[in-house]
């Protein structure tokens, strides 16, 4: 296999980033149907969803040229889907909608649908039957998978980076 196809495969296997996929999707549904055409919001939303997922992308094509800039990206794609988590949260506290607490029967039900479900179209179908508080939770279950996901992913890159040279610094 030449390089340029396996640069252009290496993160598609990733759990990392098939989630990010399934979290640009569903936010990108949750936007459209949720927020309002001309809130600044809706395009913060979905490009910081975006934004999450190409630099994973970005990240690991560049991993096979310079480790440091994988993980510099890898950090601008946690960074990302931070931003992303706390607009979710601010959307539901300004509506004074529910978060789900961390121990609810709801948390632990997605948590075990976004351990076993990598394909977006089985989240995005069962958003389409859900309301905007639902949907938000589902987003920010997601999310925080996705953040121990990239949290996990850098600190083994670190750990590699170490072995192998080691930073600048």
Request: net charge neutral; aromatic share 8%; hydrophobic share 40%.
């Amino acid at each position: 296999m030449d390089i340029t196809r396996q640069s252009n495969n290496i993160y598609r296997n990733l759990i990392a980033y098939r989630k990010a996929v399934v979290i640009y999707e569903l936010t990108y549904h949750f936007c459209e149907r949720f927020i309002a055409i001309g809130d600044r919001t809706k395009d913060q939303m979905i490009q910081a969803a975006r934004s999450g997922k190409q630099n994973i992308v970005e990240g690991k094509a560049a991993s096979l040229t310079s480790a440091e800039t994988h993980l510099k990206l890898l950090g601008v794609a946690r960074s990302s889907f931070q931003e992303l988590l706390e607009d979710y949260i601010d959307y539901l506290r300004t509506r004074k909608l529910r978060l789900w607490e961390s121990d609810s029967k709801e948390v632990d039900a997605m948590r075990n649908l976004g351990l076993t479900h990598k394909d977006s179209n089985f989240f995005l179908e069962l958003a389409e039957t859900r309301n905007d508080e639902v949907v938000a939770n589902m987003a920010i279950v997601l999310l925080y998978q996705e953040d121990v996901l990239l949290r996990k992913h850098i600190e083994k890159q670190i750990g590699r980076f170490v072995d192998e040279g080691g930073f600048r610094e």
